[in-house]
């Protein structure tokens, strides 16, 4: 079973402009979460889909991101424009729903570096 | 408001001996903890969690955790290490809903 899977694993980019990051979860998992890491500090939850409708956004910095999973499948998060604050590591993780059991599996992450 | 801590940012052993890394946690009732290992390029891999049952949980690669409710601590540790075990360790918890809660993490240095 493929486990999730993140692309790029590196975006390197200037200040203002766009980025588009990539999640594909484990195929039949309805749960898709983000998160990100910025630099020294803990991994902060960022949003949660149940299949394409977003659960929880309460975690998303400010309306220069935004996040999508059409159909229910892969997810994108994009940040536009970028800011040199955005730069972190971004993780992405999938569960299924099963309940009492709160297990996620994460991907490598990709890491974001605004300059 | 919840939070875990992970007192310890950097810890370095020799290999073969014995390591404990500490979380604490702030939370009113007890929550589901996790802890993961994140090695070089790669992503979080799940070492051992703890829901309900047995306080103390034997995880993957030897690794084992204790939950103390009393002391709202959830701390990893393995008997020997082996230079592999050289990583990024992180505690988690969720409070009874789906978003997992991060410590800082814990960098693992192990020399030879």
């Known amino acids: 079973e493929a486990g999730v899977t993140q692309f790029p694993s590196h975006s390197v980019i200037e200040k203002g402009q766009t980025v588009t990051l990539r999640c594909d979860p484990i195929?039949?998992?309805?749960?898709l979460y983000w998160y990100r890491r910025v630099m020294g500090k803990e991994i902060k939850f960022l949003l949660h889909f149940v299949k394409e409708s977003k659960q929880d956004e309460s975690g998303m910095p400010n309306n220069r991101f935004l996040a999508e999973r059409t159909g229910g499948t892969y997810s994108t998060l994009k940040v536009q424009p970028a800011e040199l604050e955005d730069s972190g590591v971004y993780f992405c993780?999938?569960?299924?729903?099963?309940?009492?059991?709160?297990?996620?599996?994460f991907g490598p992450g990709t890491r974001l570096t605004v300059t | 408001a919840q939070s875990v801590t992970q007192p310890d940012i950097h810890i370095t052993v020799s290999e073969g001996a014995s390591l404990e890394l500490r979380c604490n946690y702030s939370y009113g009732a007890t929550p589901y903890l996790f802890w993961y290992v994140q090695s070089p390029g790669q992503g979080l891999q799940l070492l051992l969690k703890?829901?309900?049952?047995?306080?103390l949980v034997q995880g993957i690669k030897g690794f084992e955790a204790e939950f103390k409710r009393s002391q709202s601590s959830f701390n990893l540790r393995k008997p020997s290490v082996h230079w592999s075990d050289a990583a990024e360790y992180f505690c988690a918890v969720v409070p009874l809903t789906y978003k997992y809660i991060f410590g800082t993490g814990t960098r693992l240095k192990v020399l030879a």
């Open positions: 993780a999938s569960s299924q729903d099963r309940g009492g059991d709160y297990e996620q599996y």
């Open positions: 703890y829901f309900s049952g047995d306080t």
């Open positions: 195929s039949g998992h309805d749960n």
